[in-house]
């Protein structure tokens, strides 16, 4: 005899294979933000860069963790003249700060980041923002949770755009989890 009782739908759980996978709607449009941004600079990989410039431009939550002032202004003007080609500049590279391994298979092959289309630092950022979420009690991880990973990650390029622009992602890190955990 066929069970004719629905079975609740079982979600899948996100998994470092599918980056857009646990996200809330808004941070899923950043990270495609992110993969346009990417395409049109010339990059092979989104990188934290790529996730930093769309979370600002698109998340009106992001801009109001920073200080107030000039520094949102000077962070956007470092991540426009990298995404014109002027200033910090790793178009063609591999972002890794060694947040995740990252293994060489031969020189002649490229470099496996763990997550096709991804820097190693984005990846982890990515997975980071979503275990943010899970010990918050919240199922899918929010622009916040996703720039707290950033800041984070004291090797990652976005990091190294914050801190050109004055800002110290440490602190900028611990104010994100004070609201989050607040809130």
Known sequence: MQNRTPQPLQRPAPNRADPDAGLTTELAAVVTAARRRA????????????????????????????????QLARVLGYLV???????????????????????????????DTGVEGWSPSAA?????ARERAR??????AAG???LAALA?????RAVQVLERAGVDAERLAARIVRTTDQG
């Open 39 to 70: 395409v049109r600079d010339g990059d092979r990989h989104v990188d934290t860069a790529h996730l930093l410039h769309s979370l600002i431009e698109a998340d009106p939550e992001v801009r109001t963790v920073f200080d107030e002032g000039p």
């Open 81 to 111: 003249q990298r995404s014109i080609g002027y200033g910090l500049r790793w178009q063609g590279s591999v972002e890794d700060s060694g947040a995740l391994p990252v293994m060489t298979v031969r020189e002649s092959r490229p470099r």
């Open 124 to 128: 982890s950022a990515m997975e980071e």
């Open 135 to 140: 010990r918050r009690g919240d199922e899918r």
């Open 144 to 146: 916040l949770d996703l």
């Open 152 to 156: 984070a990650d004291g090797e990652c």
